[in-house]
Nanobody
Framework: QAQLVESGGGLVQPGGSLRLSCAAS????????MGWYRQAPGKQRELVAV???????NYADSVKGRFTISRHNAKATVYLQMNSLKPEDTAVYYC???????WGQGTQVTVSS
């Protein structure tokens, strides 16, 4: 069964860091562009970062210089390292496998003092 399972969310103070993980199974991970999206209450889901199957990356302007997306193909896992977190980063973060059209269940990130 194809699935994506996110982990690593939680509550962190402004300026803190978190690392999200997304473990894939049941798909051909190496042929998928992988993305992290987020959705805050009352807002549309937005792209945060994407990493292609070849390893090229792209980021939303709001997270450039603070977030880093990476992938480990042997582990079929994609990561999102989030530094210098701000309250406006609070959202549910979702992992996406583009070619497989698959979404994870989401993990909550809350940035608050």
């Amino acid at each position: 069964q194809a699935q994506l399972v996110e982990s690593g969310g939680g509550l962190v103070q402004p300026g803190g860091s978190l690392r999200l993980s997304c473990a894939a199974s049941g798909i051909i991970f190496t042929t998928n562009n992988m993305g992290w999206y987020r959705q805050a209450p009352g807002k549309q889901r937005e792209l945060v970062a994407v990493i292609t199957y070849a390893g090229f990356t792209n980021y939303a302007d709001s997270v450039k210089g603070r977030f880093t997306i990476s992938r480990h193909n042997a582990k079929a896992t994609v990561y999102l390292q989030m530094n210098s977190l701000k309250p406006e980063d609070t959202a549910v973060y979702y992992c996406n496998a583009e070619r497989s059209r698959l979404w994870g269940q989401g993990t909550q990130v809350t940035v608050s003092s």
